[in-house]
T-cell receptor, first 116, second 108 residues
Framework: GAVVSQHPSRVICKSGTSVKIECRSLDFQATTMFWYRQFPKQSLMLMATSNEGSKATYEQGVEKDKFLINHASLTLSTLTVTSAHPEDSSFYIC????????????FGPGTRLTVT | RKEVEQDPGPFNVPEGATVAFNCTYSNSASQSFFWYRQDCRKEPKLLMSVYSSGNEDGRFTAQLNRASQYISLLIRDSKLSDSATYLCVVNYNNDMRFGAGTRLTVKP
């Protein structure tokens, strides 16, 4: 089946620093990847849609200058949380769409970010 | 109104019980539908797609009613391992929207 990896799985950083999270599709090409955030006991909230070779599309209320997304290849998208604050602590999950499989999305294992 | 609404839950059922989850969506032009399962502190995993004619996968049956904009998931003979949060997902023009999820706990 389609596999999506994320790195790192867990990160603790200090307030004001930046953190980069990688999302890779391992056995398929993903022209579109998605970044979600999930706070405890809440549903997934879409942050942005990342298309290979073009700018990401951000959801309303998500600051594009704070959450930098780069989708430079068909198998890799990165999310950089810049100048992180404690309120950015959350579970960040990426997903990738396999265009050959009726638009099903496959999720990475998530990255738990804690900002101290 | 939320784009995708689900039963609030939680559902606590004994092993072997049959349990049903409901989901409604607001966009009548939605094109495809899915149920995902999410275990605690893990990523969602696709459980099954939902087809207009209804479809079954073992103990799981999904139904779609486009006229009522309603999706359901039925789990028969529930197992302890079915305990998870079940997410209803609706797709329109490659834009997937998730419901808030319904938590299921199956008890011995």
């Amino acid at each position: 089946g389609a596999v999506v990896s994320q790195h790192p799985s867990r990160v603790i950083c200090k307030s004001g620093t930046s953190v980069k999270i990688e999302c890779r599709s391992l056995d398929f090409q993903a022209t579109t990847m998605f970044w979600y955030r999930q706070f405890p006991k809440q549903s997934l909230m879409l942050m942005a849609t990342s298309n290979e070779g073009s700018k990401a599309t951000y959801e309303q209320g998500v600051e594009k200058d704070k959450f930098l997304i780069n989708h430079a290849s068909l198998t890799l998208s990165t999310l950089t949380v810049t100048s992180a604050h404690p309120e950015d602590s959350s579970f960040y999950i990426c997903s990738a769409r396999d265009q050959t499989r009726t638009y099903e999305q496959y999720f990475g294992p998530g990255t738990r970010l804690t900002v101290t | 109104r939320k784009e995708v609404e689900q039963d609030p839950g939680p559902f606590n059922v004994p092993e072997g019980a049959t349990v049903a989850f409901n989901c409604t969506y607001s966009n009548s032009a939605s094109q495809s539908f899915f149920w995902y399962r999410q275990d605690c502190r893990k990523e969602p995993k696709l459980l099954m797609s939902v087809y207009s004619s209804g479809n079954e996968d073992g103990r799981f049956t999904a139904q779609l009613n486009r006229a009522s904009q309603y999706i359901s998931l039925l789990i028969r003979d529930s197992k302890l391992s079915d305990s998870a949060t079940y997410l209803c997902v609706v797709n329109y023009n490659n834009d997937m929207r998730f419901g808030a999820g319904t938590r299921l706990t199956v008890k011995p």
